[in-house]
């Protein structure tokens, strides 16, 4: 009897279990084909659908998209932009106002416009209040920029800027023009430096070479830059040459300790490291001053 309840319980729960399993896939198949809301398309790859063109999604339902006047739909069809001429102004599209010498020009935001060649927009109230195009004021030996910064000109070549006006660059001997139109507008040659507003030959100490930019010097392989002069490097026993040339290290085994190099004494269980310049224990001794222990 045990036996038998015990099976009647187990063939119950074994249709329950199919019962809602069976249920669950009822609901889903019924989700999925649930009518696509009005004015909406079938998505051409995949399931599901998408808005026609003119509507945006809003939850489950497409909504018309509201064009304001002066405006049209944008490439996604989903919203919009202003005509040429007007500027994106909350949900409406107002003018854009072009000043006399000014132009249109393509942005959907800022003032819209740029001002001709020969003008610049007027600061005066801040870069926030532009709504004019003045006149730029050109002093004598200059030229007009494109950039919309600044004051619309700079200096012709040969000329640098000094208090609002183009005074001629004066380069000394052994200079030459770097076309920058301010600061001294000038640079002295190879193994020159400046001085007083001159280019006066640079003095090497012996033993020594003007470096690649011809600015400063070097001193030759051995020696070593000290104030303004090259001191030969003195070698100690069992060192050599850094790679610079400019600085001696100590041969494998030894190590630096002021003007010379200490052979390395090796307490019992180690070993050079990989420079050579120190030791290590082995394994599994561990480092305690100078010896190894366990």
Same mark, same amino acid.
């Given at each position: ?49 998408? @808005? ?9 339902? @497409? ?79 200059a030229v007009l920029t494109d950039s919309a910064y600044g004051l619309g000109w700079e200096c012709g070549r040969g000329y640098r800027e000094t208090n609002g006006s183009c005074a001629i660059s004066a380069i ?77 290290? @100590? ?44």
């Amino acid at each position: 009897m045990p036996r038998f309840r015990f099976m009647l319980q187990l063939l119950c729960q074994l249709v329950l279990s199919s019962c809602l399993i069976a249920i669950a896939t009822a609901q889903a198949q019924t989700a999925g084909t649930a009518s696509p809301p009005a004015n909406s398309i079938d998505r051409q790859f995949g399931s599901g659908w998408d @808005c026609a063109r003119g509507y945006k999604r809003v939850a489950n339902t @497409c909504d018309l998209v509201a064009v304001p006047e002066n405006a049209y739909l944008d490439a996604s069809g989903t919203d919009w932009q202003c005509q040429r001429g007007y500027m994106k102004q909350g949900e409406d599209c107002e003018a854009i106002r072009v000043p006399e010498h000014a132009y249109l020009i393509e942005a959907q935001y800022g003032r819209g416009w740029d001002c001709d060649r020969g003008y610049r927009p007027d600061r005066s109230n801040g870069r926030s209040q532009e709504a004019e195009c003045i006149k730029v004021d050109l002093p004598e030996n200059a030229v007009l920029t494109d950039s919309a910064y600044g004051l619309g000109w700079e200096c012709g070549r040969g000329y640098r800027e000094t208090n609002g006006s183009c005074a001629i660059s004066a380069i000394p001997a052994n200079a030459y023009s770097t076309g920058n139109n301010r600061g001294k507008g000038w640079e002295c040659v190879r193994g020159y430096e400046e001085a007083d507003s001159l280019c006066v030959k640079m003095a090497l100490p012996e033993n020594a070479y003007l470096g690649r930019q011809g600015t400063n010097w070097l001193c030759e392989r051995g020696y070593q830059k000290t104030a303004d002069q090259c001191l030969a490097i003195q070698l100690p026993a069992n060192a050599y040459l850094n790679d610079n040339g400019d600085d001696w290290l @100590c041969g494998r085994g030894h190590e630096k300790q002021e003007q010379s190099c200490a052979y390395i004494i090796l307490p019992e269980n180690a070993h050079l490291n990989s420079s050579g310049s120190s030791w290590d224990c082995n394994n599994p001794y561990r480092r305690s001053g100078n010896r190894c222990i366990r």
